[in-house]
């Protein structure tokens, strides 16, 4: 900052105040206009778009930079800074500017920040903006994570065990609920460093606030919640023994109460974050299926978000998103959910009118935070009023619903008709934004309002019934009130009716031709005219107080019943969706078996024209299917099977219906997919690597109750590395743990079918095609039976390849086929019709990649038991011999 020679008694106010928001941009109040000055004011004017100018000055070496923007219109600029990554300190006017003896008093009301915004102008109604706090016990790799949404009042905790030294398992969870700000130990800025550029590269543009040690102390911690709320013990949330859990919500409470410098009770109870209890996607995972944003691009439309949300309300788009972040394992809550939403799914009619009344309410959750922090405004309770108004409806409807799922619901359900009674009389229809203009409180509800308001408007009214008063009592018929600015009202009586006069008046001036007089009541009546606008806006913004206050003191009650909309809305949506794309219920069990009929992908059959997709069927268990290798040409649908396979998955474990016309899915415990090559230069790590490090997580998180989807392993590197990474992968995960894990393996490394032979539970697969003239239809169905071709010359003449390179890509691989190497010496890759121009440096002979050995069709017929084998059995070992004589031939 520029040391200016004369500070003037407000720019001393406002270092002083600066001072203790360092890193805040301060917004000044000062009359219409939050100011900025020195370098905040460089950094907002960047950021907002605004002049920046200067305090004037002699001196222009010592001009300060200054910028502002209208009060009235502060919060698009807020929702602008807020945006951009910048913490706020909103620094009002405390006392009347009229009534200040020098300087105005100014104090800092709220510091904004992106983890606690709750602005509708900054937030996505639609998805929660969580606030983090990362708390790490010094000798124990237990990470303590808190997550709460301020704009919802909602509170999660939970532990993770993350020996790793990149911290990828807490990186999975913090990229799972995406928080817009995270706080961390300042004692730990060293020791969280990598983690700390790994978040920053897989959120960018998340907000890190560093805190005192003393603040994650887990003895200071207990404290501070259980005064929070109000118990002796956490016992009862479920959260006792999560200390290092704790102490990252104490972080977060204690951080959110400093920066609203209002009460946070709408944030009435911890809930556990068991990970255990859910079905665990990692962040890989999590992106290659596109659950809530798309590889390319980072869209909401092309997810699977996009395609279930159906709600009608923010409340219920926020709890889809979730429930779909957090899929159940639990299977009589997966049976509960299902069956709630079988219900709205049969009953149309029921479902129909739910949603018609849910579309009429508004965000309850983030209208009672605001109500709760003191930040909302005569438009936030109309909001409110028109959602209660719906309510009553919504519980006779919620009465004609069966299951335990909807009696759960209406046991929380609170139509809060005294809360819709008290708005309705309190709240003018009108009601502006601003608490300073009036309008705010409906006339009827306070008798001293409604006097002021009648003086303002019918004034004239008033002096006219006082002055036929006047004149009737004292008998003077030509009595008049009048008014200057001098006496303000009094009572002229001419000199004619001076002996009419009461006693009670007061002499006030003498005229001419007649006196002037006051009385108590005209200069109580005078007080009221006069200061009648002043006093009704004074008194209207204490009456929204009063009631914002009454409100708050509602908030479990308003929270209960916004909860139990969202749980409403999601169900709806659930049958909503399943109603329009004929999706069926799923069986839900706790087999191992995993078997769809006619399963669709969710989001790419929403691309396509009605019936034009084509479904397929998957079957795995652990007795004779675990493993599949899949094969096929590329754009023949690997990738979309694998993919619907894994989404259906979800689906189901999730409580939704499904794209399927049958499946049963035996609950999973997590799904892992290795779909996709892409360097992730976010990290720095290249193809390969990327490839590896998902694999690696895979073979050694993956139990017997897992989902696998691998999508090529070992194309980033050669043809030799990487088929013996293929094959050694699958072959572990066909015997991981003596029982294997259910895997859909789609591989270009036709060699890996031989697994079959070797492998009880391996099964081989293929994408069905049709040759015609020199190209290939796809027909996108997957058949038994493995394929040796890859079509991969058709598919680059279908993109547009040039003829000539596609008939020469076909002679070499005519080469490729025969043999490696020619008689002479030359490599058969090199072979062409075209005249030599020159003799190439000979190479020996290799053997061809995987050429049976001489005794390998002897040892597979030594290893068959003839008298064990069923027909089916024995006609597949017949066509195995056959396909082993014909490679043999061939080599």
């Known amino acids: 900052m520029t040391t200016v020679v004369k500070m003037t008694p407000m720019l001393q106010q406002y270092l002083e105040i600066k001072g203790q928001f360092e890193d805040a941009i301060l917004f000044y109040r000062m009359g219409d206009f939050y100011e900025m000055f020195f370098d905040d004011a460089i950094t907002a004017a960047k950021v907002l778009g605004i002049t920046l100018t200067s305090r004037s000055s002699k001196d222009d070496e010592n001009r300060i930079p200054m910028c502002g ?499 409403i809305d999601f169900l709806c949506s659930l049958a909503e969706t399943a109603r329009n794309h004929a999706y069926h219920r799923p069986l839900i069990d706790e087999s191992d078996v995993i078997h769809i009929r006619e399963g669709r992908h969710p989001v790419i059959e929403r691309g396509m024209p009605t019936g034009r997709f084509v479904p397929n069927d998957i079957l795995l268990d652990q007795e004779g299917q675990e493993v599949l290798i899949i094969t096929g040409p590329n754009m023949a649908g690997k990738s979309t099977i694998l993919r619907q396979t894994a989404l259906i998955v979800l689906m189901a474990q999730m409580g939704s219906f499904v794209p399927a016309d049958y499946a049963r899915i035996g609950i999973v415990d997590r799904i892992f997919t290795r779909v996709g090559a892409m360097d992730d230069l976010r990290r720095g790590q290249s193809t390969f690597m990327v490839e590896m490090s998902e694999t690696a997580n895979i073979l050694n998180n993956a139990t017997s109750r897992s989902l696998v989807i691998l999508d090529e392993i070992g194309r980033g590197t050669s043809t030799y590395d990487g088929l013996s990474i293929a094959w050694a992968v699958a072959e572990e995960l066909a015997g991981k743990d003596d029982k294997g894990v259910k895997t859909l393996f789609a591989t270009h490394y036709h060699e890996l079918i031989d697994l079959a032979l070797t492998q009880e539970r391996v099964k081989n697969y293929s994408v069905a095609v049709r040759e015609w003239n020199d190209s290939i239809i796809f027909l996108h169905k997957l058949i038994e039976g493995g394929t040796n071709k890859s079509y991969g010359i058709q598919v680059a003449g279908l993109a547009g390849v040039p003829a000539h390179v596609i008939q020469r890509a076909e002679e070499i691989l005519k080469n490729i086929e025969q043999s490696e190497f020619d008689r002479e010496g030359d490599p058969y890759i090199a072979r062409t019709s075209k005249p030599k121009r020159g003799r190439r440096k000979t190479h020996p002979n290799q053997l061809p990649l995987f050429q049976p050995s001489p005794d390998q069709v002897r040892e597979f017929i030594q290893r068959l038991s003839v008298d064990d084998l069923t027909p089916r059995q024995a006609m597949e070992a017949l066509y195995t011999l056959k396909g082993l004589c014909s490679l043999k031939e061939s080599n």
């Not at 543009?205 to 013990?233: D, K």
């Not at 219900?343 to 018609?356: G, N």
Request: hydrophobic share 40%; with cysteine.
């Open 69 to 567: 923007v209208p009060f009235h219109s502060a919060s698009g600029y807020l929702a602008k800074l807020i945006a951009a990554g910048h913490r706020v300190a909103i620094c009002e006017q405390t006392e009347d500017p009229a009534a200040a003896k020098g300087i105005v008093k100014r104090e800092v009301v709220r510091v904004l920040s992106p983890g606690v915004v709750t602005d509708s102008q900054v937030l996505d109604d639609r998805s929660n903006n969580y606030i983090c706090a990362l708390a790490r016990p010094a000798k124990a790799p237990v990470y303590g994570l808190s997550f709460v949404d301020v704009s919802t009042g909602q509170c999660l905790v939970g532990e993770v065990e993350d020996p790793s030294s990149d911290g990828s398992l807490v990186l999975d969870q913090l990229t799972r609920l995406a928080p817009a700000e995270i706080l961390l130990d300042e004692a730990e800025t060293e020791t969280l460093a990598d983690l700390k550029r790994a978040i920053t590269a897989m959120l960018p543009g998340v907000c890190f606030t560093e805190r005192h040690s003393r603040c994650f102390s887990p003895h200071a911690a207990t404290e501070l919640l259980h005064e929070h709320f109000n118990v002796v013990t956490l016992d009862g949330f479920g959260c006792g023994a999560l200390t290092s859990g704790i102490a990252a919500a104490a972080v977060i409470i204690e951080y959110v109460g400093e920066t609203q410098k209002a009460a946070i009770n709408h944030i009435e109870k911890l809930t556990p974050l068991d990970l255990s209890s859910y079905l665990q996607i990692d962040d890989a995972s999590r992106r290659n299926l596109e659950l809530t944003q798309t590889i390319i691009g980072g869209k909401r439309e092309g997810s699977l978000l996009s395609v279930l949300d159906q709600t009608c309300t923010p409340m219920g788009a926020r709890l889809l998103k979730h429930n779909l972040l957090f899929p159940l394992q639990e299977l009589e809550s997966i049976i509960s959910r299902l069956n709630a939403v079988d219900f709205l799914y049969q009953h149309r009619d029921i479902r129909e009118q739910l949603r018609a009344l849910l579309s009429r309410i508004y965000d309850i959750e983030r209208l009672n935070s605001r109500i709760m922090l003191g930040t909302c405004n005569g438009r936030d309770l109309l909001a409110l009023r028109d959602s209660v108004v719906s309510l009553p409806d919504c519980v006779a409807l919620l009465n004609r619903c069966a299951g335990e799922k909807f009696t759960a619901i209406a046991a929380a359900f609170d139509p809060l008709v005294d809360i819709r009674a008290l708005l309705e009389s309190a709240i003018h229809p009108e009601a502006p934004v601003s608490l300073r203009e009036g309008n705010l409180i409906r006339e009827g509800f306070n008798a001293e309002l409604d006097e002021l308001i009648r003086i303002q408007r019918d004034g004239r009214q008033l002096i006219l019934s006082l002055e036929a008063k006047e004149r009737e009592q004292s008998g003077v018929p030509k009595l008049k009130i009048g008014f200057n600015k001098v006496f303000g009202y009094y009572i002229e009586v001419s000199r004619v009716n001076l002996d009419k006069v009461p006693d009670h008046y007061i002499r006030k001036q003498t005229l001419v031709n007649a006196e002037r007089f006051i009385t108590p009541e005209l200069k109580e009546f005078e007080g009221k005219v006069l200061g009648a606008e002043e006093r009704r806006l004074e008194l209207e913004y204490h009456l929204f107080c009063a009631l914002r206050s009454d409100l708050a003191a509602m908030s479990e009650r308003i929270l209960a019943t916004a909860r139990a909309l969202a749980e």
